[in-house]
């Protein structure tokens, strides 16, 4: 009998990997079409490429679903400049698997004009019905630039619940029991023993594999590290200090008893990191009152720590609410723990916050 979501979970895996193989030949390149949107964050030919080449699998796979996605492919048709070096590198990327490529993914995209309609179909509102795509092509664009840590995400939510998530993260270390280091946000690059894939099911439990670039490794399961001493835990947080109040967390790891220093790195390469035990505590804290989170920028990273033994909620306690649009509209922040000591962590979060 076929486990509920297993050809989701498959083409979500296979795309992801294909879209990752993407983000580091761009990486490798001298020049990477960086480019600014409306908000001034960096988008690169690896954001639109990957985009395109997962959203070409999931019409292959799952035309009836709709697509939430970070990219817009406006800016692409004013530049044709910018839409041929992109288009460059989607028609040239493909798994090294044939029956991979072909079967599952549904083959290549058409040409320049197809890729352009395909950025464009991520333009879903978002909601509480039907099956719906979240989608990052690359998450941490910055930290991809530098060469830290960034993940190609996918996610599927279902009546606004998420039930497959999947993560690339071209820059992790293969090896699950491998510490987070305070050097992983910068100067990582896909060398000999990196690039993973985190993947979960909902009630299925999170797994681990290699990044490849053919046919899927062989996975692990994975899980969250007990902690029976919050002094020897550690916490990750994001590099950037507009994206999560950093002096709070010092406060709150210091009430903790949290002696080790926070490892920053970007992207939801810090839901992965948690969720196999090389890390314990991720702490996102508002830092403004009118910010809502993406959700593309959290969905898969929630259900895969959820699936390793995690809780995820908001620094009220609520659980991330998927179901309201193209943002957590309905919720602040994010704390992501073993469910074990969660509440524990939470407590203090609120005495730091000032929302007892």
């Not at 908000?39 to 679903?65: C, E, H, M, R």
């Not at 990219?71 to 493909?94: C, F, K, N």
């Not at 991720?282 to 009118?290: A, D, E, G, M, V």
Request: glycine residues 10%.
């Amino acid at each position: 009998m076929t486990s509920p979501y297993a050809k989701e979970l498959e083409v979500a895996q296979l795309a992801v990997q294909r879209a990752a193989l993407l983000t580091k030949r761009v990486f490798h390149e001298k020049a990477k079409g960086t480019v600014s949107k409306d908000d001034k964050s960096p988008v690169t030919v690896g954001d639109f490429g990957a985009q395109a080449l997962i959203i070409s699998a999931l019409q292959a796979n799952f035309p009836a679903d709709e697509i939430v996605a970070e990219e817009e492919s406006a800016q692409l048709r004013a530049d044709p400049s910018l839409r041929d070096q992109i288009w460059e590198h989607v028609r040239s990327t493909r798994l090294d698997d044939a029956a991979s490529e072909e079967a599952v993914l549904g083959g290549a995209v058409k040409d320049a004009e197809a890729m352009l309609d395909l950025i464009g179909q991520g333009n879903s509102q978002g909601g509480a019905r039907g099956r719906i795509w979240a989608i990052d092509p690359i998450d941490g664009t910055k930290g991809f630039l530098r060469g830290g840590q960034y993940a190609v995400c996918l996610a599927l939510m279902v009546d606004g619940d998420v039930k497959v998530g999947v993560l690339g993260c071209p820059n992790l270390p293969v090896n699950d029991s491998a510490a987070l280091t305070a050097d992983i946000g910068a100067n990582q690059t896909d060398d000999e023993g990196r690039g993973v894939i985190f993947s979960a099911v909902i009630g299925q439990g999170a797994t681990s594999r290699p990044l490849g670039s053919g046919a899927l490794a062989k996975g692990q399961k994975i899980s969250m590290k007990p902690i029976t001493d919050l002094s020897s835990a550690s916490f990750c947080e994001s590099v950037e200090a507009g994206h999560s109040n950093q002096s709070e967390s010092a406060q709150i790891a210091q009430k903790l008893g949290i002696t080790k220093p926070s490892v920053r790195m970007d992207s939801q390469a810090k839901y992965g990191s948690i969720a196999r035990g090389a890390g314990d505590i991720y702490l996102r804290l508002p830092t403004s009152k009118t910010y809502q989170e993406k959700i593309w920028d959290h969905a898969a990273g929630d259900l895969i720590v959820r699936e390793a033994g995690g809780q995820v909620t908001d620094t009220t306690g609520s659980r991330l609410d998927f179901s309201v649009g193209r943002t957590l509209a309905s919720n602040r922040g994010v704390i992501a723990a073993p469910a074990a000591i969660h509440s524990q962590v939470i407590k203090v979060v609120q005495e730091v916050l000032g929302q007892k």
